[in-house]
């Protein structure tokens, strides 16, 4: 008998699998970082089809074969499909997918990605209006990430987690030198993981 994980889950990105299946990949709750096969979900008459999305946030069954983890349901908890129709929002959601597959040592849970996941999502839904309000979105998404994962100081001003979701950019952001010093950071941060 297999034990079945009832967890959520950010679907970072998929891939096709065989002729009707396709291979996620998951930013779970209680998990972490885990791929999962998702067997026939790419048929047409799969009721899974439109749950899977990639950057949906869904609840997820899974189980635990030889080799991979297992999709048995999912049901939907938010979709951000708006978001991906503008292009910058999309841009910085592929961008943080990437980084997290990249830093993300497999199957760590961590809440404080998971919570940076949430608010990323959401300030995205709130500001987004110019490119500044992008590029500052991004930078407190990846430097939070970064925090979480413990290659950046929790110490960064405007980066540490307000408690509830905070809608707001912190008021650093708003200056374009405290971001230039950011980048420097982060870029550091970045070369020093050697990965």
Do not use: C
Not at 17 to 45: F, P
Not at 63 to 76: D, F, H
Not at 92 to 114: D, F, K, N, Q, W
Not at 128 to 151: F, H, N, P, W
């Amino acid at each position: 008998m297999h034990h079945i994980h009832h967890t959520e889950a950010f679907i970072l990105g998929s891939r096709p699998k065989g002729e009707d299946s396709k291979l996620l990949i998951l930013y779970t709750r209680e998990l972490g970082l885990i791929y999962a096969h998702a067997q026939g979900v790419r048929k047409i008459s799969s009721k899974l089809r439109f749950v899977v999305q990639d950057f949906s946030q869904v609840q997820v069954d899974l189980v635990r074969g030889k080799e991979i983890w297992r999709l048995t349901t999912a049901s939907p908890i938010r979709s951000y499909r708006d978001l991906l129709k503008v292009r910058p929002a999309a841009n910085i959601l592929a961008r943080t997918a990437a980084l997290l597959m990249r830093l993300v040592p497999g199957e760590e849970a961590s809440e404080e990605v998971y919570q940076t996941m949430i608010r990323t999502y959401a300030l995205l839904e709130v500001h987004g209006q110019s490119a500044e309000d992008y590029r500052a979105l991004e930078l407190l998404s990846v430097a939070r990430i970064l925090v979480a994962l413990g290659y950046l100081s929790r110490a960064t001003p405007g980066v540490a987690h307000e408690n509830g979701m905070d809608t707001d950019l912190p008021e650093e952001f708003a200056d374009i030198a405290y971001q230039h010093r950011l980048i420097r950071e982060i870029n550091q941060a970045l070369a020093a993981t050697q990965l």
